[in-house]
């Protein structure tokens, strides 16, 4: 079973809107991580969010946490075209030595 | 880029014959993963490696075995292929297990006939 899990599954905005996902997970973590994924490409990652922290900012994306709620949110600002692709979240467990992935939330940026 | 290829990038085969996939990188990195994506569940984890000849299961490890006898290379083997396991592997490297930043390679995309 999948440990973080996005919501939603897809996204179409127009180009300069926000585009906003979350992650929910089930088991305590040491941090939580954003990756994207472009059409037949490999994960490219964007942000690690540690446990102890609630905001996170990097260029045009903002990270939340709540470990309260076992949630996490990505904000995409301005977003443009070139900001198509799968967004995925993912987890530590325990061990902290490997990572649980969502099934990914899909956004088109449309122009 | 983290220096991470997979050979092959794309591979059909027939049902019950040996596949092996290779990752190779070049940043030196301890950690090393096998994943498989699949429309609607993600990327699982097949095994991991935490250092040469260190091995450990994932998520889906039935079906598929790996050797690490140096730091670059990483082999996931499928001893008997069957078409559930068609899907796109993706090898990945992280420095560290504490913050498990991971670099991805490519992508092998495994057809199973």
């Known amino acids: 079973s999948q440990q973080g899990e996005e919501d939603p599954q897809a996204l179409s905005i127009q180009e300069g809107e926000n585009a906003t996902m979350n992650c929910s997970y089930k088991?305590?973590?040491?941090?939580l991580q954003w990756y994207r994924q472009n059409s037949g490409r490999g994960l490219v990652h964007l942000i690690l969010?540690?446990?102890?922290?609630r905001e996170k900012h990097s260029g045009r994306l903002r990270v939340t946490l709540d470990t309260s709620k076992k949630s996490s949110s990505l904000l995409i600002t301005a977003s443009r075209a070139a900001d198509t692709a799968s967004y995925f979240c993912?987890?530590?467990?325990?061990?902290?030595?490997?990572?649980?992935f969502g099934g990914g939330t899909r956004v088109l940026v449309k122009p | 880029d983290a220096g991470i290829t997979q050979s092959p990038r794309h591979k059909v085969t027939e049902t019950g014959t040996p596949v092996t996939l290779r990752c190779h990188q070049t940043?030196?990195?301890?950690?090393m993963y096998w994943y498989r994506q699949d429309p609607g569940h993600g990327l699982r984890l097949i095994h991991y490696?935490?250092?040469?000849?260190?091995?450990d299961k994932g998520e889906v490890s039935d079906g598929y075995s790996v050797s690490r006898s140096k730091t670059e290379d990483f082999l996931l083997t499928l001893e008997s292929a069957t078409s559930s396991q068609t899907s796109v592997y993706f090898c990945?490297?992280?420095?560290?297990?504490?913050?498990?930043?991971?670099?991805f390679g490519p992508g092998t995309r495994l057809t199973v006939l």
């Open positions: 993912a987890t530590d467990g325990a061990a902290g030595n490997k990572l649980t």
């Open positions: 088991t305590s973590i040491n941090n």
């Open positions: 969010i540690r446990s102890n922290e």
């Open positions: 940043e030196n990195h301890r950690y």
């Open positions: 490696s935490y250092g040469v000849k260190d091995t």
């Open positions: 990945a490297t992280a420095t560290s297990g504490i913050d498990n930043e991971q670099f």
